[in-house]
């Protein structure tokens, strides 16, 4: 047997002042304009999520985590902010806020909002005014303008591509270039400039004083860049370390914009609490999860591992050990708006890996340019796969992150019509990746109507015939649903919870692991196809798969209580 548990650190201090409720959290993303629709326009909208909350409630979440609902153009999905401190009218008002959050904690049930900070909207009255103020500007000083290169002007201050695909650079009007490093609609913020760090602490004020728990931090290892002209080329760009000095990713600047935000979080009793996306070698995870910068910070590799044992245990050991560095907790996401859904990840072949071990291509994508013909899906092998990867998940010590349809066994949704798609990956590379599209399709929650429940009109995406038979009503009444699967192990899980460490044991095969948690509680998952034999003792209290005497099935994981 191994136990596997945080180390004494000199984060501990700090980490007791932190509040405790998202340790061990289990956190609900909502992507609001596809949860639900109050108005009937075809997107989802706050009051639509309010209608929602006794459900969120009997699904047994402790945290709402609200992907943006600000004004936008929606070039990105809402990640292209306009206004940080409004509410987009589409979705609705303040006040539609201010009531989603009082009835969200009537229901127990804490609010994480996604704050965007490396860049604006092209439409932030911020960014109008530098188009309009010209060169030299204050204005443009909050954003990063550069001169073009060539004789004139013309060609851009670098060869540098966008994550979105394209070139990062766009020139204006009176001949300068603006970086963007993800959609052209999404100008880069300058991090050195001291109103911009300003303003976004106005924001976090904001929010924090309306009630908001926490804060999700988008790209959060993006803020802070340093170009030094002449500008590098996009290949000595990518030959860079990244060990905090990188020109413009995970470098070690951008924890004193954290510092300060940690300074106003800890002003609130409770502190408000906040969550990096940082996509960063997993050495730097712990500068973005300790105490004294933002306090946690996701870990998505189980969002790039195969179903696989020997994956699934590195991942978990490496990421406790991460966790014990900084003194935070880790989290474990299996969905979310950015990829493919895990029931299609896990009825799909395994990807190619590179030579560090990761995905060569974002798994699915194949599959998605193919409209979902090539290679062929196993529907049920995925969700039976995804079913007993969640049970597993939810065992671990740490918080652990749901996104929306996951809870109901949606599968990705690929045949999406060019002309109806709207991420910004697709228009600007064609035929190389789909876009996340498919994961963002309007909920079912009933089987029945134009939007299946979504609202009284149609929805921004098209959903397909067959998500009918995942409608929330249809799973309601089946006590064998995916959803009363996650009902089941949210309240169960409520009870077992227990201490942020695990015991892992010795099952004699490699494709079947089980770990105990202090309570005695045990997991034990079988990611091979043979059936494994259960060891004598209590009753299973919970099953991914219907399990007859002691064996487990293929694929399929237990809890036992007070083994």
Known sequence: MTTVHPAPSSSDQHDL????????????????RSFADADGDGIGDIRGITSRVPYLKELGIDAVWLSPFYPSALADGGYDVADYRDVDPRLGTLDDFDELLAALHDAGIKVVVDIVPNHTSDQHAWFQEALAAGRGSAARARY????????????PPADWVSVFGGPAWERVADGQWYFHNFAVEQPDLDWSNPEVRADFVKTLRFWSDRGVDGFRIDVAHMLTKDFVDPLPSQAALDSMPRDGNHPMIDRDDVHEVYAEWREVFDAYDPPRTAVAEAWVESSRIPLYARAESLGQAFNFDLLEADFDAAQFRRIVGDNLALAAKSGSSTTWVLSNHDVVRHATRYGLPDPQRDEKGRPARKHGNEWLLSGGTSPVLDTERGLRRARAATLFMLGLPGSAYVYQGEELGLHEVAAIPDA??????????????IGRDGCRVPLPWSAEGPSLGFGAGGTHLPQPAWFAEYAVSVEDADPASTLSLYRDALALRHVLQTGESLEWIDTGREDVLAFRRPNGWTVIANFGTEPFELPAGPQLSLSSEPVEGRRLPGETTVWIAGA
């Open 420 to 433: 109806e798609r709207q991420d910004p990956t697709f228009f600007r590379s064609p035929g190389e990746d």
């Open 144 to 155: 990063i303008f550069r001169d073009g290169s060539g004789p004139d002007g013309s060609e």
């Open 17 to 32: 002042e932190l509040p405790a409720w998202w340790r061990q959290a289990v956190v609900y993303q909502v992507y609001p």
